[in-house]
């Protein structure tokens, strides 16, 4: 679905971005056409959240399914109140500690926001990112800003904008380049219409740091299942290649050696401290022990290792704690096979 001649990168710095650089993007942004901006999480796919042509073509570029509702971008949170209704008090407590930041709370949606946004729901996400870029963009363009991550549905998020060009040259007709980002995994997506507030998707606020501050948060049946029985959840991400998931404490070397005999190239990721398998023609990729390390890298593994032409990855996964609980998430959606610490692996395809 080529579109555009060319998908133009323009390098815009992350700490003062070029008002030159924020007028072209706003410009293409008003007229209704999507433009890829980094995030301090991933990258996102914007466009005009008020006007229903700019996110049908969002919706168009990514290949996705019109049923997945997007997240509204906004740059402070006044803009809050024309997007949703009912805002219960919580929210503002949220909004004072984690915003600007990787959180999305889910609210009643107002009228005004249209119905290719949200869907079939009666509800809005919404989130205010800590990114210069981000948060000027969506100033410049004086609305709004509805942005999925900037992948081809399906793929893992851009991290990069050599990802979002690998993904989506000449289906957009601009991307920002302000470099890699920050975090490395999506916002956490929070429901605040019911008195307890619901974690809907992990991400880079912990739940740790929520509860610190709103006590009680739920886990959605959902996510609670993901966690605990990997074999009943959806397929999301799908890499092009074959991924094992190996839990923290399993014995690594063995599942390599255990493809490697089978006359696979195999990619493995994982952390500095990992006993390696000594096998020249295994393509390792480590990861720094720290889980931000971890999390900030993993996407970018993913993909590098899948174009370097290996046959499968096997990802050592880290604790589902803090961060870890978003990166854990995200790596039991991509593989196909669970190994747990006794070695008894677990279909998930
Ligand atoms: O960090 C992020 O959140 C990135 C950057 C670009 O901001 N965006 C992102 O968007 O990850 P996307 O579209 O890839 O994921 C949005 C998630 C999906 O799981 C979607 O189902 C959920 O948010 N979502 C959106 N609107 C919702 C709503 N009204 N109720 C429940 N979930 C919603
Ligand atoms: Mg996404």
Redo the contacts with the bound molecule.
Sequence with gaps: MAIFTETRVLPVSSYRPSRETLAVAAALLREGWPVAFP?E?????GGDALNPVAVRAIFRAKG?PPN????V?IAEPGQLQELARKIPQVTHKLIDWFWPG?L?L?LK?SPKVPSE???R?D???V?M?AHPV?LALIQEAGTPLA?????LSGRP?PTTAAHVLRDLNTRIPLILDGGPTS?G???T?L?VTSSTPVL??P??TTVEQLREVVGRVALSPKAAMLTRSPGTRHRHYQPRVEVVLVLPRAELTGVVEQYWSRGLRVGLICSETARLPRRPDVKVHVLPESISGFAKGLFAAIRALEESGVDMIVVQGVEERGLGLAVMDRLRRAASLVVDEHGQAVVTA
């Design positions: 995030t999480t991933v990258y996102g796919l996705r997945n509702p997007l997240i971008h990787p999305t889910v949606r946004v949200i869907g729901l509800t809005v996400a989130r990112p981000a942005a999925p991550s900037a992948n998020s975090i995994v999506e916002s997506v429901d809907l998707r991400g880079g």
